[in-house]
């Protein structure tokens, strides 16, 4: 079978099971107060070129929790798109810490500053909540991808509202190897950000970097509170190190970034066009008919049952046999 | 000035002070335990002919919070008309409790049973929240009236799918005035709805109508929680007694309705047409230049700037010049 | 019988209901917007010699919600005596916004400055809650008033260690009837305080004075938020405005509490001695025989039963009848 | 140096990664819907030997939030030992879901039958919270452990009282090792528990085992929701199935209770006698100074400054000579 249903099917980086080996009888400190998770985090910081807080978090709902909600006063709302991964994909766990999301229908899964600008002008007062946190994920949810130019926008906007910008980045390094932006831009241009881990080769685990003061704040805290602060979080700082040590992080991606290319380009040669497949996330319309025939020999889901639109997604470990039989089986 | 801003504007029925007189002197228990509280329910019970728990509560927003999310587990949700007043009029109060609201566009801010139907069938499980409350307001918030067949089908689907009804009934005094539906309808057709007293001659305070036993248990833990069960509570069992005693609930909303048919029909006497003024709110379309006219001698909210509509809304004080002044304020 | 149970069984002081028959023509807008309120609440102002923002609420539960609770982060919490309203006698309400409340023993219902400090000090960092709001009440729970230099201690730790001082004064008049404070002193020496309308002669609602520039950003949010901005909040604000405007408050407060001293006296005269009594609260140790005994011409609430601890409350209508009335019954 | 600081500082097993290895390449599929958690849960179902639904949790205090807060409606509370984990040690993390933690002084930690029935029958009603849940830790947080018999009287005051017990299994092994009760007693005398995995061998992770049916209901929406449902849950899942398919899992306990009985034994033939030490946590009453020369060659924690306690933990990877190197440091 060729396996395109997620990219977080897999056990992580063999390299990181060497490292556990190397160093197994170690005992650590917990809760990420242990030397190796203060080695990735200089490794990261390295990475984005300026001074921040980073914390290791158990998983991605519990990370867009973190990052949404600790800034916010109790009348506060978050701001995404209404195909944001927190809206309908994390069953309202936002709301569940006391806080609306407002969403906006977009084209493309994308927000726009002069959008944003727009909605925060309009807000009617006390009567309802008032915005504070913009969500943006990178890549979407829907397979685009932001450019640093539009996040940029959307930043300056949100500088000048007085609000945060959280980009969600699950598949962070997907975008790196979609439009060569760099950690640097997103730490430039947000006040707080996620490294995804889980779809990109760590064990598990996901970093949070954070830029704005107030939300470093005791923020360890939250993470306590929450949760998702985990006792051997030392093997979410271990996967980390050895992610961005030799630069494995960008590799990963760019090998699942390079299959998702041979699939886009397979499928045009065959003359079906996929929608919004910027990075590692192919998305095409088929048929009813067809998906009983693709299923076969190949695993994948269903995004849209209604209109037979199918998910596949590409990750390091995906292999050009797996893209070449799903290329056959299309055509057979 | 004429006056149309709202329907709670003024302090009451002058028979509720006139009972305050007569029993100035009594001392009541607190918190709603007390005697004339006590008369006022039984009064209520007689009309909804059925047996019931019944609550008195300070506030309309208050009783929103109460009643769609006391039966709630942590992931069960709201659905609601996106108009409805839950979801941008309330502060995200709604959501401040843990809980989503789910909405609906609509055409008229009526929800449709089938419509319902869809929404819950097509729920896609665990990864996203689970709809338990269908909210619904009645008169809405758009100025439309529900017919007690419309509500009916909404409750049948609610009891099909294991949902709760709620009617929010701020205005249910003006809706029976509208359509005849009775009290007794919507205790058949819910399983809590509430019954305004602001807007409708209480000195301020609202009934909650509690008709499902899961409602029912422990309801009084949560109304206390909740900082909206009154240490003076026998206010609002009062006014409530003094309502339901002799009428004047029904003829304080004949009276407002009638005042809001004059208008209406005034205004299609001088070829404007009021849209979805099916009750006590009036609603038409004006224009920049015309609304500043008009506010010289006539005091009303703007609902939707943008198009220029506006709101007038009539209680059981409007007065019959009153509609005549504006009338001829439009005309001149 | 002669009542003792609360302070809260009556419709108010008379002058309210003459001032509303005055107006009763007038339309007033709502929330709080009101010109009645407005004068209310510069009447409030003159009285506590500094800038503030004062809202009305609804009523004491919600008052002491939104007080303790709208400065805080998600990991904060509030430090009240285990006796403190707020602990067991309000259904959880501050936990249920998200917040604990640590307690802390006392003999008297009084916290102390070195008390807090010490906490304060001893908290153990980001595996438990940090405390950020002191709530206070006056009087106590138990009948003890706290001295203006116990406050100013207290407030001052406060301002060392960064913490609101909130003040529950939903009987700060009797306070001030008992030692001779006033509202400027409570204004200077907290970060936000309550004025209780509800137990001195207002029709019902409280006061909540602002002091602190955090709590007031946006506080209106908060206040629609829980229910508590009422729709006819014009009739709090006339109250206060009548209370306020020739003295009644103070007035009001001192006939309890007069009451309440010729209660003490005349037990002490029969060789009682009430505990903890220092203002409208009157508790003494009785035995169950003599509670079935009082209970026959009196009305009063049993504080504690297994010790036999019975409450007797006065009020601004409490008459001198009523108290001979029960010295008399104790006596025989 | 002797490591004595915890049992969660070790990667796990290394039967786990063995297994990791072995089936490296397979892709499994997400949010432990995989076969290998399926596999897992049969072991687990064997040993307790009734019906149950299991669960994967990502860390401790995700379970406990998770297993306190699920069935609770807004004005229920949990009841715990005042030194129970969830009291101070998880930073107001039941509270953050709108639940108040009564506590119970004891002397050893351990809550008793009579005294959780007393508390339940003096309840006041509505003006407090009404216990729903009582939460016992196995072993307990000062180092006792509670016999089956205390259990299962606890359990039965529960089903008498309509409450839901849940046992807080983080060392449960550990209690296992120490009384040999088995998790049949466990399941046959709660609602719901946990099975630590993080302290006791697994690379990290929780399990929950549901025991009632109205817990069992969509408990995996609140999984998700609260962030708790890993993507890659399979790894726990995994982590569990290599500890229950041979026997691990109480091996590993067994060894860290026998070090814990040596160096028990150790201590008290040095004239010392360690304080509640009943389980792999032993607990010992030191002096500053004494602390200042065991830290040179020992890694522990203080668990009480002021009286200089300190804790010594055990587990599967202690060694015998850390025990021996421990005992002459402190005989010296």
Chains 1, 2, 3, 4 share one sequence.
Do not use: W
Not at 134 to 163: A, F, H, M, P, W
Request: aromatic residues 10%.
């Amino acid at each position: 079978m060729n396996n395109f249903r997620n990219d977080y099917s897999d056990f992580g980086s063999k390299e990181i099971y060497q490292e556990i080996e190397r160093i197994f009888d170690k005992k650590l400190s917990g809760y990420g107060t242990d030397e190796i998770s203060k080695e990735a985090k200089d490794l990261i910081l390295r990475e984005i070129e300026r001074e921040a807080d980073i914390e290791f978090v158990s998983g991605g709902t519990a990370t867009n929790i973190l990052a949404t909600t600790f800034g916010l006063r109790p009348y506060e709302a978050v701001l995404s798109a209404s195909t944001g991964h927190i809206t309908h994909h994390e069953t309202g766990s936002i709301e569940a810490t006391g806080h609306k999301v407002v969403t906006l229908e977009t084209s493309d899964g994308k927000l726009r500053a002069d959008e944003i600008r727009q909605i925060i002008d309009g807000q009617p007062g006390e009567i309802d909540v008032k915005i504070k946190v913009v969500y943006i994920s990178q890549t979407t949810e829907v397979g685009t991808v932001y450019t640093i130019d539009e996040i940029k926008e959307i930043y300056e906007v949100c500088q000048e509202k007085n609000l945060y910008l959280y980009i969600d980045g699950a598949r962070i390094a997907h975008a790196m190897a979609a439009n060569s932006s760099s950690l640097s831009d997103y730490a430039k241009y947000s006040h707080i950000f996620s490294l995804g881990g889980t779809k990109n080769g760590a064990i598990f685990g996901e970093a949070l970097v954070i830029l704005d003061e107030n939300l470093k704040k005791d923020f360890r805290y939250y993470l306590k509170q929450r949760g998702a602060m985990m006792a051997k979080s030392f093997l979410i700082g271990l996967s980390f190190k050895v992610l961005f040590q030799d630069g494995l992080y960008y590799e990963n991606a760019k090998r699942a970034y390079d299959k998702s290319r041979m699939l886009v380009e397979g499928l045009k040669d065959l003359g079906r066009d996929p929608v919004f497949s910027e990075s590692n996330q192919v998305f095409i319309k088929s048929s009813p008919e067809e998906i009983e025939k693709l299923k076969k020999e190949n695993i994948f889901e269903i995004e849209n049952a209604k209109e037979s639109i199918i998910r596949l997604v590409t990750n390091y470990r995906t292999s050009e046999e797996e893209v070449r039989g799903f290329l056959n089986s299309i055509n057979n």
